[in-house]
């Protein structure tokens, strides 16, 4: 069942305090299930993060040890992608969560701990260390991209339907929903012309494995094989530059312009030289730029469904860098300017507001 049907199921049946002794009981079962390991009985539990599905997850801690402990309600997420995904990025070298134990029947597993220093974190705290940091998290790209052509074939397809599905979101529900904007038939012809120039770039690239939230939330800082890479379960295969994209043009903590550049340009100095030819350096930064506008265009939308739909508020907040990033773009290419006009005459001004 999609996630968005199997929404509509859970907010028809549970009220706010039913689906809480939910989540009471389910921790309840999931702190069952890590004592019953070897070593475990003692463990303290505590909440390490969430995220914006229906998983949690929490830090077990033991004399020896820490680990992390996700809950993810089978009738609401299906883990089986993670666990497959999990062994992949392992077998690309990478520092993904070994899985220690798992019951998907029940939603629980049990996984390594990468520690608590987001990328995100170090990059607030500490702008020093941003271009170590980037530089190690375009290594781990270029090997996952490298290392994954064995996988990526066994990966969903990032195709135009589920493209124009992804677009759908920021008119659904940040125009509409959020902003109470409607479309013209003019707009509609507009949109629908911004639509096809964005999936033409997409599907225009070579295909590689994507992991489709490669960014400073999902990046954790560590002493060794830095980075460790969380939040890959939506992974698909997909077009070259999206998770680039996702890295350097982050829908939470933005670079200088300048500063993107140089590293998307570095990402492309690490390319195999057969994808270079199909890319010169012209056309990768064309493809990823609108490649960028796609990604930025659902990510904006996905925020407003948050809000509106699933309570959320807090990522409301990330909708004006997020849609920066479309209106620097917007002007260099004459495809986009619909966009460029909705953002400046209509959209922004009613966020505003």
Not at 21 to 45: N, P, T
Not at 164 to 185: I, P, Q, T, V, Y
Request: glycine share 6%; aromatic share 10%.
């Amino acid at each position: 069942m999609p996630r968005e049907a199997r929404w509509g199921v859970i907010a028809g049946r549970f009220s706010i305090d039913t689906q809480g002794q939910l989540d009471d009981q389910r921790l309840a079962g999931l702190q069952s299930w890590v004592r019953q390991f070897d070593g475990m009985a003692a463990a303290q539990i505590a909440p390490a993060s969430e995220d914006a599905s229906f998983r949690r997850y929490f830090r077990v801690t033991t004399e020896s040890d820490t680990l992390i402990a996700m809950d993810a309600p089978p009738a609401l997420e299906d883990s089986s992608p993670f666990v497959a995904i999990a062994a992949y990025l392992a077998d690309c070298g990478l520092n993904a969560p070994r899985i220690i134990a798992a019951d998907l029947e029940l939603g629980y597993m049990l996984l390594s701990d990468l520690g608590d220093q987001q990328y995100l974190e170090s990059l607030r705290a500490e702008p020093a260390a941003a271009g170590r940091l980037y530089r190690d998290a375009i290594e781990a790209l270029l090997q996952m991209q490298s290392r994954g052509r064995e996988f990526q074939s066994r990966l969903p397809p990032f195709d135009t339907d589920y493209m124009h599905s992804e677009l759908a979101l920021f008119r659904d529900w940040l125009c509409r929903e959020k902003c109470g904007l409607s479309f013209s038939s003019d707009d509609d012809n507009d949109w629908r012309a911004t639509c096809a120039t964005l999936i033409e770039n997409a599907n225009g690239q070579p295909a590689v494995f994507v992991h489709r939230d490669f960014h400073s939330r999902n990046l954790m800082v560590t002493a060794q094989d830095n980075p460790g890479v969380l939040d890959f379960q939506d992974a698909m295969e997909g077009p070259l530059t999206y998770d680039l994209v996702s890295l350097l043009k982050d829908c939470y903590f933005k670079l200088p312009l300048d500063e993107v550049e140089r590293l998307a340009m570095t990402f492309y100095a690490g390319l195999p030289q057969a994808t270079q030819a199909l890319l010169g350096p012209d056309e990768f930064r064309r493809a990823f730029d609108l490649m960028g506008v796609q990604r930025h265009l659902k990510a904006s939308g996905i925020f407003a469904r948050l809000d509106r739909r699933d309570g959320k508020p807090r990522y409301m907040a990330d909708v004006p860098r997020t849609l920066s990033y479309i209106a620097e773009v917007a002007p260099r290419y004459r495809e986009l300017e619909f966009l460029e006009d909705l953002l400046r005459e209509r959209l922004l001004p009613q966020l505003a507001a």
